[in-house]
């Protein structure tokens, strides 16, 4: 079955800066790859997402980059604020048929004011 | 929230007892899904189901059973509950035609 890892379990960054959290995956079918952002005592929320015919995806201060060769993508925020602050999560899906994600093990950001 | 309720929100039990959690959907998505969350784990799938009646395994299925007698509600329970599944548990649905999994709010469980 699918694996997926995550680096760094725990993050801090000052507020401004870029926060970079990386992951890798094990199974080549794997074809979608959501991020979810968690607050303390929340649900996770997806926040972006993308697909394995695309190499990379912004949407404000955030994007993704997949690099399908290696197996590995990467979340990217840019001039992170306190509200970013949050616990995030990557997740693979693989050619299953029930829609499956394996999810990492999760990375704890702190934006320092 | 994609019409996503979660019932109890917070449980206390006492080791061997059963329990049963309830995730109930008001969009009529296909896949429904049970995870729990720990720290340092992420989140694990626990049993899915694909439709009414139609359920398989996820990666950490002992100790528990699920069941979709109607598309709104996934039942999940703990036969005997142990100490080792005090989590928080999270249902989560699909709609099968896009990939994306929305989650509901979380049910707490404590076993003492």
């Known amino acids: 079955g699918e694996n997926v890892e995550q680096h760094p379990s725990t993050l801090s960054v000052q507020e401004g800066d870029s926060a970079v959290i990386k992951c890798t995956y094990s199974d080549s079918a794997s074809n979608y790859f959501p991020w979810y952002k968690q607050e303390l005592g929340k649900r996770p929320q997806l926040i972006i997402d993308i697909r394995s015919n695309v190499g990379e995806k912004k949407d404000q201060r955030i994007a993704v980059t997949l690099n399908k060769t290696a197996k590995h993508f990467s979340l990217h925020i840019t001039e992170t604020q306190p509200e970013d602050s949050a616990v995030y999560f990557c997740a693979a899906k693989s050619g299953n048929a029930g829609n499956m994600l394996t999810f990492g093990g999760g990375t704890r950001l702190m934006v320092k004011p | 929230d994609a019409g996503i309720t979660q019932s109890p929100r917070h449980k206390v039990t006492e080791t061997g007892t059963p329990v049963t959690l309830r995730c109930h959907q008001t969009?009529?998505?296909?896949?429904m899904y049970w995870y729990r969350q720990d720290p340092g784990h992420g989140l694990r799938l626990i049993h899915y189901s694909y439709g009414v009646k139609d359920t398989d395994k996820g990666e950490v299925s002992d100790g528990y059973s699920v069941s979709r007698s109607k598309t709104e509600d996934f039942l999940l329970t703990l036969e005997s509950a142990t100490s080792s599944q005090t989590s928080v548990y999270f249902c989560a649905v699909n709609s099968g035609t896009q990939e994306t999994q929305y989650f509901g709010p979380g049910t707490r469980l404590l076993v003492l």
């Open positions: 969009e009529n998505h296909r896949y």
